[in-house]
């Protein structure tokens, strides 16, 4: 499993630096050791890559993503060799829920998109609770992550990596108060890129995530 990981990840990095050959990072001193729920924007299908590419820790990632893409050629095989937690979305996916976190609890990073679809220039969407009921229920910080939008061929890409977040509510808090969270942590994602996010999803969300 090890080696095909390494395989696959070397493709990918060829691939994707062929049309963009530049990719810058910042923030890195603020990844912690150990379990955490990364979350980032998603206006590409090649976003999770960059994240890992620029995290230099593909090993300790694992990834949540659509059941759909188990069945793409190709692309399905290199998912499963990433260790990806397919989902099936529109539905309360259980056991991809339980797996999510016992992976955390087991000490590993999870990456995932609180957006749940990608998100091009001015359109945005509810962000989804599952990232802070996640990072509730096994204890761990969430680590917001924002990613170059303009993805043209050949422009630098830039991964940004924000401070770490707590949580600052049960898993099985209220339903309003798992958005309220999920709402502000989108809006830090977007912060990072220099996006407002407030606009979208309303002013009254409240500051509920503690540094």
């Known amino acids: 499993m090890k080696f095909w990981y390494r395989v696959c990840f070397v493709l990918v990095r060829v691939g994707l630096f062929f049309w ?10 603020n990844l912690t050791k150990g379990a955490a729920v ?3 924007n998603h206006s590409s299908a090649a976003d999770p890559l960059w994240i890992i590419l620029a995290l230099r820790q593909p090993e300790l990632f694992r990834i ?4 759909e893409l188990r069945r793409a050629p190709f692309i399905g095989w290199v998912m499963e060799k990433f260790r990806v937690i397919f989902v099936h979305r529109g539905e309360h996916d259980t056991q991809a829920v339980e797996e999510c976190v016992r992976a955390l609890k087991s000490g590993e ?13 001015n359109k945005h969407v509810r962000a989804k609770t599952g990232a802070v009921r996640m990072a509730a229920a096994a204890g761990v910080p969430i ?11 050949f422009c630098p890409i830039d991964v940004i990596v924000g401070k770490p977040i707590r949580v600052d509510c049960a898993a099985d808090a209220s339903r309003e108060r798992l958005q309220l969270e999920a709402d502000e942590l989108l809006r830090t994602i977007y912060s990072l890129g220099g996006d407002s996010y407030a606009d979208h999803i309303g002013e009254n969300s409240g500051l509920l995530l503690r540094s």
Not at 20 to 29: C, K
Not at 64 to 67: C, L, R, T
Not at 109 to 121: D, I, S, V
Not at 143 to 153: A, D, E, L, Q, S
């Open 109 to 121: 990073k999870l990456l995932l998109f609180p957006e749940g679809t990608r998100c091009n220039g």
């Open 38 to 40: 990364l979350c980032g």
């Open 20 to 29: 963009h050959p530049v990719l810058r990072v910042q923030g890195l001193e």
């Open 64 to 67: 949540m993503a659509k059941s």
């Open 143 to 153: 680590t917001p992550i924002f990613v170059t939008r303009n993805k043209t061929p």
